[in-house]
């Protein structure tokens, strides 16, 4: 069993930037692979990046350099580094885990949802 807790998210003025944490908690030992998706409103959840046991790290390709996800393996955080945020970047974010190597393009194979985190961009 994994439990995701999210928070970080606010209101902020595009060009801003903001950071989202992510605690993992699990019970017993289990290691899973973890990321990020986010589902703006009206629109499907999409992937953002995700990050390897190893530390290797994914991102969509529509990025565009702006996100950076990480991991703080002795607090057992994860965390999302977003830069120059834009209106469109409005969207409730999701903190994800499952036992297999994410799939940033398919959402339905996720284990683990967090709640998630809302973050609203003004111009």
């Known amino acids: 069993q994994v439990q995701l807790l999210e928070s970080g998210g606010g209101s902020v003025q595009a060009g801003g930037s903001l950071k989202l944490s992510c605690a993992v908690s699990?019970?017993?030992?289990?290691?899973?692979?973890l990321g990020w998706f986010r589902q703006a409103p009206g629109k499907e959840r999409e992937g953002i990046a995700m990050i390897d046991r190893d530390g290797t790290t994914r991102y969509a390709a529509f990025l565009k350099g702006r996100f950076t996800i990480s991991k703080d393996h002795v607090e057992n955080i994860l965390h999302l580094q977003i830069h120059s945020l834009k209106p469109e970047d409005t969207a409730m974010y999701y903190c994800?885990?499952?036992?297999?190597?994410?799939?940033?393009?398919?959402?339905?194979?996720?284990?683990?949802w967090g709640k998630g985190t809302l973050v609203t961009i003004s111009s």
């Open positions: 994800a885990a499952s036992h297999w190597p994410l799939n940033l393009g398919r959402p339905e194979a996720v284990d683990y």
């Open positions: 699990t019970v017993g030992y289990v290691t899973v692979y």
